[in-house]
């Protein structure tokens, strides 16, 4: 089967939890409720075939229980259809984080747009500036200021200064790419 059919039919998407049912949302889009299953592997039964698009996905899940509160979780998938190809430039994103900190993310992308998923270089974060500062030697994904990319990805927490301040990131091919955090 190629990567068109496997899209289309769908991609195995399992969900563990503890309540008696989940319901699973693909972009919005019920993808139906299931009743778990203690016996049935995997995940109680708790699996649908989630037919991704190209591209950015939203999944939610809301597991109910009676007399309870509803448990919700929310996932963002970035999908690819077909093969990636090489690396044309390293992309740097800030997003805030609910703990106030920001997290400045690397991410390895093709001519296309899309993240390459095999690039694992030694990655390098660095605070330009004495404004702010990155937390790092904690040995953690978002933790180190010297990491390998996992799937062309790599994160480094920040806590802003007073005044704003330049990341930089690089690693064994890239030579400096630079972003501004306020």
């Not at 299931?34 to 190209?54: C, D, E, I, M, Y």
Request: with cysteine.
């Amino acid at each position: 089967m190629d990567t068109q059919e496997w899209a289309k039919e769908g991609r195995d998407v399992s969900v563990y939890c503890n309540t008696q049912s989940a319901e699973l949302f693909l972009n919005g889009n019920s993808l139906g409720e299931k009743k778990r299953n203690a016996t049935t592997f995997p995940a109680g039964g708790l699996v649908w075939k989630v037919p991704f698009k190209q591209g950015d996905n939203i999944l939610n899940v809301v597991g109910r229980t009676p007399n309870a509160e509803d448990a919700k979780h929310q996932i963002s998938v970035n999908y690819l259809i077909g093969e990636h190809g090489k690396v044309d430039k390293i992309a740097l994103s800030v997003k805030k984080l609910a703990n106030g900190n920001q997290l400045i993310e690397a991410q390895a992308i093709d001519e296309k747009g899309n993240r390459v998923l095999d690039y694992n270089k030694r990655s390098y974060f660095f605070n330009m500036t004495s404004h702010g500062k990155l937390i790092e030697n904690q040995g953690t994904p978002t933790g180190s200021s010297i990491i390998e990319m996992a799937s062309g990805y790599a994160a480094i927490e920040f806590v802003s200064g007073a005044k704003p301040t330049t990341i930089e990131y690089r690693n064994q091919n890239v030579k400096g790419v630079y972003i501004d955090v306020k």
